[in-house]
């Protein structure tokens, strides 16, 4: 098992509503990133922070945002949720070149 | 973007033989190839990459191959058990930069 946690593991929320998932990185790495994995698919990235600061955007709207702490510690908002914001949403921290994903968080919307 | 295919979808192998999984990638720049494996409801755990200034890698019963030059690698399980019945990802990136995953490819290992 990697060091990476993620919480809460399972979150339920109704279509609107906000959400902000969190990501303890393994230690000694100041990049994570996000990843959005619908059921039966491949993970899609999100975003990427590098010691605070945002390092690339894939493409996902702006109500998608985050966060990196001085711990390296990271959080993932959502705002004005849809239906398709349900699945299971990861996060892997990195030093050089290997990313490590947590366990996910399993986003349900109603 | 990076676009990355992988093939195929779904691996039915008896166990004892080889399962190969292979995946294209379309930008040139990306140097850095890991695979993942993740299995019902847990996360995706990787289990071997290679970097693009080496053609193949070997870690035991799997081993990976990368050709640079017709952009594809593929990913080698020998001696299939059954608890190598997973989905694998195969993903390609620059450094640790956005990894761009392929669809995916379950593989089930008949005992």
């Known amino acids: 098992e990697t060091g990476v946690t993620q919480s809460p593991t399972h979150l339920i929320k109704t279509r609107g509503q906000q959400v902000t998932l969190r990501c303890s990185s393994q230690s000694g790495h100041n990049t994570v990133s996000w990843y959005q994995q619908a059921l039966g698919q491949g993970p899609q990235f999100i975003f990427q922070?590098?010691?605070?600061?945002?390092?690339g955007r894939g493409n996902f709207p702006p109500r998608f945002s985050g966060l990196q702490f001085p711990n390296y510690s990271s959080e993932l908002n959502v705002n004005a949720l849809e239906l398709d914001d349900s699945a299971l949403y990861l996060c892997?921290?990195?030093?050089?070149?290997?990313?490590?994903f947590g366990p996910g968080t399993r986003l349900t919307v109603l | 973007g990076e676009n990355v295919e992988q093939h195929p979808s779904t691996l039915s192998v008896q166990e004892g033989d080889s399962a190969v999984i292979k995946c294209t990638y379309s930008d040139s720049a990306s140097n850095y190839f890991p695979w993942y494996k993740q299995e019902l409801g847990k996360r995706p755990q990787l289990i071997i990459d290679i970097r693009s200034n080496v053609g193949e890698k070997k870690d035991q019963r799997i081993a990976v191959t990368l050709n640079k030059t017709a952009k594809h690698f593929s990913l080698h399980i020998t001696e299939t058990q059954p608890e190598d019945s997973a989905v694998y990802f195969c993903a390609a990136s620059i450094g640790d930069y956005k990894l761009s995953f392929g669809a995916g490819t379950t593989v089930t290992v008949r005992a």
């Open positions: 922070y590098y010691r605070e600061e945002e390092n």
């Open positions: 892997a921290s990195s030093f050089v070149d290997e990313q490590f």
